[in-house]
């Protein structure tokens, strides 16, 4: 702006000087070519330009001496070229400067008018300028025809009118190239004391940059040569381009070249169309009290700074910027305020930054200062000595931060965030410290202290955008409840029986899903420990977690003290052949169950020193999972509570009882919550598939029976199908009584089903009733041997086995001297014709009983006893084939002749029928 004006006053001073040349060689020229000529030359003399006139050219000299001028072109300095455009080139020019003050050397000029001038400031590599030389810095002696020109006392111009101009600036140096199109300038006499109206308007244009900007201007100005000081009072300039407008205003505006500019009362209000995604505009309403620019200094100093910035659009913000005193080194490119104060909202919640002892070095792109601090109700955020570098790509902030106690809470709820812990008096005690050292990729935690509540983490973290494994980290806290942290109605897998029963059919693997997805995003290295830990109602005391995470490949390995007892294992995830795979091999060590299983929420109904190894291993492809491994339960010394084994055996003998005719013993009903079963030890091996266990084997060892079972557990319904054996093994006194006594040695089928916390029972009284059945037979079997035979213990024993004793006991009274015999022993033998074989016969106590009579004695009783039981065994019965065999023998013999016999098979006939007698 004031190149350009200093440029229109030399353009006065040589069209001034053309007119009074023009009026003082009036008198000696004759026509207008002439004068064209003599004007020429003399122009070109003082300015060292070339000048043409093309055009017509017309001399007045009353009331005012008048020049008008048409086409007029000055050229460049000598050496531009002639490819260069001439310095100015006007289409018409008027002028018009009183007689009367030229005669006190003093040039008073009327309104200077040119219309279409253009004009072309042009410098040169060599750094040759297009306005070297023109306001007459060479002396020259006047010529003496004009004698007295050179010393004019004073310049005064009632104005200036410029229509549809143009400009263009070039600097070869610098490649700058710069345009103006369409100027007008509307300027009063400017150049006295008194400030004059100002009016500019027009389009600027960057050759770096072709979209066109709009400017206005209109002012009171005062331009002082002598002092080259442009004074602009009630200023008003808009610029506009494509779509951002910025407004200045300005009380005074002094323009002083190389020297002190001041501004007073200075607003500078800015409007910037979408600046970046989600907003519609950016609005800065800046005020300054006082603004100073030293330009020889290249120091900037700005007093009371208040700015008011505004986002449009979705996230509309506002802020208030305010700063005592604000100095800027354009040369060295720093700035330095002594305090710098940000106000503004989120979410309606007041929020103020402070800074102090501000300095911003742009040339390093770097911030500090010596404290800075974020304030919003009970939040306080203070920032020892930060440092941001690199803010005009990458900025990194660096310092040490610590926070006092906030609720973080509520400063959730204010933000608007949907989280609400499960526990109402979460979250509102929350503290931070630590260094940092974060960018956009970045982020370093070092030397934390988190305080969350009752709990306390410690610890380093860093976070890379950049690096495969994203997450370095060595955390330590003392103690936590993750429950209480857990968002209000998050569902959770319980094993209520209640909500098994009455939860839709699904499949196990959905049921339980694992979330892959979370173990594929593991980019991870570090350790984390835990005094105590409690999640899911499990405490865990001296956690250590070591993670390692290497090409998507994820292992994770935990150690805690659970329960009295130990946890460890492995999980380990990894991507193969298109789908993901997570395999956990844990093992938890002499856990006390019951506290174990309470807190974890799957049944109180089991006490006891357990353990527990597990290997599973999660498939997942297309979005379905699938799921294989196995499970080994072992527990000693326990409880389970829900079931009474010995109340279930009772019953059932009680039953039996009642079927036999016998008084049924007093029903115990089924089993109640507070019924239990004690056991020494309980084991299991199951085989997982898909959630569902299978039993490869279980058992259990109490002090009255021996528990084995088969059957399925669906883990995803709470449910089961299970198949217990129970054998009775002893009655101890206070613990027995004549059921167990009775049912001794006894294998009782039992069958589970229904839902897992309070399953059905059902026993099988079948199998009772053929069990008590044959024991009643071998009882009866046992005592007939005895008392028959002298047998002990025989109702176990086959009839070989019997035999066998029979015959032993034949061979060794036989070989007993005679006198040893008894008078009337049981068993004798009878003697044939000589040769033939050993026959033993049954002598009867009582009258003699044909075979006919012992067969149908002996059909008789079988027939009786197999009418109880069907699962009776014979083993009293001569064996089928056998007897088929003696019948054959019969049917074939001769009549009259006596066939051959086997001397056993005759025995167990003669047998039978002396024990059924």
Known sequence: ???????????????????????????????????????????????????????????????WLGLEIEQLTISQPPGFGEEMPPLLRVADAQLRVKPLPLLSRRVEMDTIVLRQPELNLITLADGQNSLDGLLGTQEKEAPADVEGSGIIAALLIQGVEIERASAVWIDQTTGADYRLQDLSLSAGDILQSEPAPLKLSGVAINASDPVPMEFKLNSVAALDIDASALTLRELNLNLKQAGQELALQAGIFVIRPGAVSDAERLVVRARFEKPYGGATALVMDNNFDKLRFDSAATLLLITQLQSQIKVEGEAAISATISTPNLELDIASQQAAAPQLNVKTELKSRPVELLANQLQVDFKAAQVTASQASIRSDDLRVTADKPVVSRFFGDPVLQTKLETGTFDLARLLKTLQIDYQAEDNTALRQVSFSGRVNVSALRAQLQD??????????????????????????????????????????????????????????????????????????????????????????????????????????????????????????????????????????????????????????????????????????????????????????????????????????????????????????????????????????????????????????????????????????????????????????????????????????????????????????????????????????????????????????????????????????????????????????????????????????????????????????????????QGKSDAVPDVMAVPQQQQEASQKSKDSAEPGVEPEKDQEETLKERLLKEIFN
């Open 1 to 63: 702006m004031l190149i350009l004006l200093k440029w229109l006053a030399g353009v006065a001073l040589t069209l001034s000087l053309l007119l009074l040349v023009a009026v003082l060689a009036a008198p000696k020229l004759v026509d207008e070519q002439a004068l064209k000529a003599t004007l020429t030359k003399l122009v070109a003399e003082q300015t060292g330009r070339e000048v043409q006139l093309d055009g017509a050219l017309r001399l007045s000299v009353l009331p």
């Open 448 to 865: 934390m202290i988190v305080k969350l509540d009752d709990s306390t983490l410690r610890g380093s973290l860093a976070l890379d955008d950049g690096q495969p494994a994203a997450a370095q980290f060595n955390l330590a806290l003392d103690s936590i409840n993750i429950d209480r942290y857990l968002p209000r109605g998050a569902e959770q897998f319980s094993g209520n029986a209640s909500t098994a029963a009455t939860a839709p059919a699904v499949n196990g693997a959905d049921a339980l899903a694992v979330p892959m997805a979370l173990f594929k995003s593991i980019q991870a290295n570090g350790n984390f420990k835990a005094n105590t830990l409690r999640s899911g109602g499990l405490r865990m005391d001296d956690v250590d977690v070591q993670v390692v995470s290497q090409g998507g490949a994820v292992t994770i390995t935990p150690r805690a003290k659970l329960y009295e007892g130990s946890l460890g294992g492995t999980m380990s995830y990894a991507e193969r052949a298109g789908s993901a795979e997570l395999r956990i091999k844990n093992e938890i060590d002499l856990v006390s169950l019951a506290p174990f299983l309470k807190d974890a929420d799957v049944t109180d109904q089991l006490s006891g020193i357990g353990s527990l190894v597990l290997d599973l291993t999660i498939t997942e492809k297309d979005g379905k999972q699938t799921n294989r491994g196995t499970i080994k339960v072992k527990a000693n010394n326990g409880i389970v509570r829900g079931i009474d084994i010995k109340n279930i055996v009772e019953q059932g003998y009680s039953r039996y009882r009642s079927l036999r005719g016998k008084p049924p013993e007093t029903q115990q009903g089924i089993s109640k919550a507070n019924d239990e079963t004690r056991f020494a030890e309980l084991l299991g091996n199951f085989d997982i598939q898909d959630f569902k266990l299978r039993s490869r084997e279980f058992s259990i060892k109490a002090p009255l029976f021996r528990i084995s079972g088969d059957g399925e557990i669906d883990i995803a319904r709470q449910s089961l199908d299970y198949l217990l054996q129970v054998s009775v093994v002893k009655s101890t006194s206070g613990q027995g009584g004549e059921a167990l006594e009775e049912l001794k040695g006894f294998t009782l089928p039992v069958r589970l089903s229904g839902a897992l916390q309070s399953p059905r029972y059902a026993l099988d009284m079948q199998a009772l009733v053929k069990g008590m059945l044959a024991r009643e037979v071998e009882q009866k079997k046992a005592e007939l041997l005895e008392k028959k035979l002298g047998i002990e213990g025989g109702g176990s024993l086959s009839t070989g086995e019997i035999l066998q004793q029979v015959i032993k006991r034949k061979i060794e009274r036989k070989l007993e001297p005679k006198s040893k015999q008894g008078a009337n022993p049981p068993v004798t033998q009878s003697s044939g014709k000589p040769g033939d074989s050993e026959v033993i016969t049954i002598e009867p106590n009582s009258s003699t009983t044909s075979d006919s009579q012992s067969k149908e004695s002996t059909s008789e009783d079988t027939s009786k006893s």
